[in-house]
């Protein structure tokens, strides 16, 4: 399904300037190639980690950030919150292997308007960066019509999240098989704030043990097995 309307006749483009981040040169390697090879579509920078991504993009004041999900160092849900409230002119594109409803609500719930699976970029990149540049949203993926709006009207109404993205991370690091003491390394924060969130997602969810968290988060996509 995809939200927004993709030129279809050729013309002339007004310039759109694009940061890619993902923590794989192959892939950033490939995008610059599709990208720069479009009448009014030029690549301003590359990085590999969402504190480089919020960085380079306060820098470059790029229109459009095409973002991996799953960054490392600050993942793509924190990156897009710091770089939607810093520069609200700057479209974010999610780009990634994820295609459930827990990664569309937290893409939505930061600011951002662009989701791209990464099994549909040869048919839809060039359409979603297009519709970015707009300020028009644009999805790809299986969701439907129907949940796309339920999901927007929940924003428009204020419905909280169940999880907060750190809480959403410190159970994906968790279901991966960190102790807490990793956690807390991994994201630098002290042991006892990492209890404070582990604790915290494992009420709202209703949740009773690690063996729990990690159906949960295997279910819910935060981990692939």
Do not use: C, W
Request: overall charge neutral.
């Amino acid at each position: 399904m995809i939200v927004g309307t993709p030129p279809f006749l050729a013309g002339i483009y007004t310039l759109t300037r694009i940061l890619i981040a993902d923590d794989h040169q192959v892939v950033r390697s490939g995008l610059r190639a599709v990208l720069e090879g479009h009448s009014g579509l030029t690549v301003v920078g590359e990085v590999a980690d969402g504190q480089e991504a919020v960085a380079a993009a306060l820098r470059l004041k790029p229109d459009v950030v095409i973002l991996d999900y799953a960054m490392p160092v600050l993942n793509g849900v924190d990156a897009t919150r710091e770089i939607r409230q810093k520069l609200p002119r700057t479209e974010v594109l999610i780009f990634t292997l994820h295609d459930s409803q827990q990664v569309i609500e937290d893409i939505l719930s930061v600011g951002a308007r662009g989701y791209l699976l990464k099994s549909d970029a040869n048919d839809h990149l060039i359409a979603a960066v297009r519709a970015l540049g707009r300020h028009e949203a644009y999805i790809s993926g299986q969701l439907s019509a129907e949940l796309l709006d339920t999901l927007l009207d929940r924003r428009r109404k204020g419905k909280p999240d169940l999880l907060t993205p750190r809480e959403r991370e410190v159970v994906r690091l968790i279901a991966e098989g960190a102790s807490n003491k990793d956690v807390g390394v991994h994201l630098q924060v002290s042991l006892k704030t990492v209890e404070t969130h582990r604790a915290a997602a494992m009420r709202k969810l209703g949740l009773h043990s690690t063996a729990d968290l990690v159906r949960y988060a295997v279910k819910n996509r935060l981990v692939i097995i």
